[in-house]
């Protein structure tokens, strides 16, 4: 698994047996780290996907704090997980 998708409202779950009738008001990707073995590939198919999802809906790609996600969001992100990386092969050595 390289992230999972949630329904933004509770109980976060998708009814697949009426799915001609939903609507929501938004989708939460989500991805665990550590998690999957290339994390930073997990990354950038996460952000892929939350953008294609987004253009088809027409919706927005927001951050976890609710804000337009930024280029700048995107290298602090990608940062993080080099740092993780890095933590995680020193701790292994």
Do not use: W
Request: proline share 3%; with cysteine.
């Amino acid at each position: 698994i390289q992230f999972s998708l949630a329904n933004l409202i509770q109980p976060g779950v998708f009814d697949i047996d009426n799915t001609a009738f939903f609507h929501t008001n938004g989708h939460v990707f989500l991805l665990t780290l550590p998690g999957p073995q290339d994390m930073m590939k997990a990354f950038d198919y996460i952000h892929e996907t939350a953008h294609a999802v987004a253009r088809n809906l027409e919706g927005e790609v927001l951050d976890e704090s609710s804000s337009v996600l930024t280029k700048q969001t995107l290298d602090h992100c990608r940062q993080q997980i080099r740092d993780l990386e890095r933590r995680m092969l020193a701790k292994a050595r």
